[in-house]
Nanobody
């Protein structure tokens, strides 16, 4: 299983970015895909998750109403649309695969390499 995250960059506050996570290997029908983020010196923080089969979505309170997680099953790709970005959203964003929509990083078995998002004020 490989996860390849992309789409990060530098954006002004109030702007938008869309992250992608391309998955390969394994079967995904019962998987959960998630996005986490981490600032240096801080713990990895749950952002959003989606059940691959049902499409049910889950969000951290800090991003509800601003971020949207979605998937394209044919492309085996998960997206994170981030709108109304704030400087506090600056972090390295990681995609991950697990079997339940947990907010605990240790519950996920596979991780992508991370993509940097920087929001300037």
């Amino acid at each position: 299983v490989q996860l390849q995250a992309s789409g990060g960059g530098l954006v002004q506050a109030g702007g938008s970015l869309r992250l992608s996570c391309a998955a390969s290997g394994g079967t995904y029908s019962s998987s959960v895909m998630a996005w986490f983020r981490q600032d240096p010196g801080k713990e990895r923080e749950f952002v959003a998750a989606i059940r691959w089969g049902r499409g049910s979505t889950y969000y951290a309170d800090s991003v509800k109403g601003r971020f949207t997680i979605s998937k394209d099953s044919a492309k085996k790709t998960v997206y994170l649309q981030m709108n109304s970005l704030e400087p506090e959203d600056t972090a390295t964003y990681y995609c991950a695969r697990g079997t339940s929509p947990s907010q605990v990083p240790g519950e996920y078995y596979y991780w992508g390499q991370g993509t940097q998002v920087t929001v300037s004020s």
